[in-house]
């Protein structure tokens, strides 16, 4: 169970929009329809923010989406502001109720 | 409003054992799937455990089959991960989550557990 890859530093200024790639195999990101984002801010517990690829959770904001091709899955967040600020995670099913975790990425909002 | 509260952490020597729980409060506990998921001081997540809602299957990745076991006690409303054989690499803060669509919806603060001699 090998973890996805991400890159592990992104940044953009306020009002632009970043798109975060988390790149897995063809037995987890490629074969399912099941990744999923995360959002922790410092000492904080993490947030789900996107899950079954495309979909948000009621309350998050409608400028953050989510989309995969192939073996990789992306997060883009437009319009970025200063409370994006924080440590980006992705998660995929990987079968046999098992999930594997990107390295994650840390965003900075210049 | 769903809450999950974990406890149990600690300093515990390599080689031995600890027992965390989930307190669960807000939603009907015995309908969802949980799990455990750490995060090393510093470092990434990791899935660690899984247990279905009836307790009728758990699931491990390779790093703690075999050391760790989840379980759950509905009548309690309660989540545990019974650890063992700890080595200095299961250092971490372990949080507990609760499951829905094959993502986590909801996560406690976390316990920190510290393997050391």
């Known amino acids: ?110 | 409003e769903v809450q999950l509260v974990e406890s149990g952490g600690g300093l515990v020597q390599p080689g031995g054992s600890l027992r965390l729980s989930c307190a669960a409060s807000g939603f009907t506990f015995s309908r969802y799937a949980m799990s455990w998921v750490r995060q090393a001081p510093g470092k990434g997540l990791e899935w660690v455990s899984a247990i279905t809602d009836n307790s009728g299957s758990t699931y491990y990745p390779d790093s703690v089959k075999g050391r760790f076991t989840i379980s759950r006690d509905n009548s309690k409303n309660t989540l545990y991960l019974q650890m063992s054989s700890l080595r200095a690499e299961d250092t971490a803060r372990y949080y507990c989550a609760k499951e829905s669509d094959s993502s986590w919806t909801n996560w406690g603060q976390g316990t920190l557990v510290t393997v050391s001699s």
């Open chain 1, 1 to 110: 169970q090998s973890a996805l890859t991400q890159p592990a530093s992104m940044s953009g200024s306020p009002g632009q929009s970043i798109t975060i790639s988390c790149t897995g195999t063809s037995s987890d990101i490629g074969n399912y329809n099941l990744v999923s984002w995360y959002q922790q801010h410092p000492g904080k517990a993490p947030k789900l923010m996107i899950y079954e690829v495309t979909k948000r959770p009621s309350g998050v904001s409608n400028r953050f989406s989510g989309s995969k091709s192939g073996n990789t899955a992306s997060l883009t967040i437009s319009g970025l502001q200063a409370e994006d600020e924080a440590d980006y995670y992705c998660c995929s099913y990987a079968g046999s109720r098992t999930w594997v975790f990107g390295g994650g990425t840390k965003l900075t909002v210049l």
